[in-house]
């Protein structure tokens, strides 16, 4: 299982951003995805799932409204398109799944938020 996010990056107050999770080694129609982030001096937190279909997605608060997450199965891609974005969400992104009981992270991408 390997999963490798992309897209982040600097960008100002109230500035966008997409990122992407490529994904391979598993059967990826068949899962479900997660995002989440890490902000320095803090734990790890969920920021959006999606289902293997795509039919189910939820959202944390905080980041609803915001932001969206989607996937292409055709690619084996999961994103996270960001807007609206405040300095509070500057932290390294993960993308996540689970196999066999099994957790899988990508090494993450940096987005910080500041002018």
């Known amino acids: 299982v390997q999963l490798v996010e992309s897209g982040g990056g600097l960008v100002q107050p109230g500035g966008s951003l997409r990122l992407s999770c490529a994904a391979s080694?598993?059967?990826?129609?068949?899962?479900?995805m997660s995002w989440y982030r890490q902000a320095p001096g803090k734990e790890r937190e969920l920021v959006a799932s999606?289902?293997?279909?795509?039919?189910?997605?939820m959202y944390a608060r905080s980041m609803k409204g915001r932001f969206t997450i989607s996937r292409d199965n055709a690619k084996n891609t999961v994103y996270l398109q960001m807007n609206s974005l405040k300095p509070e969400d500057t932290a390294v992104y993960y993308c996540?799944?689970?196999?066999?009981?099994?957790?899988?992270w990508g090494k993450g991408t940096l987005v910080t938020v500041s002018s």
């Open positions: 080694g598993f059967t990826f129609s068949s899962s479900g």
């Open positions: 999606i289902s293997s279909s795509g039919g189910t997605i």
């Open positions: 996540r799944t689970t196999q066999g009981g099994v957790e899988y």
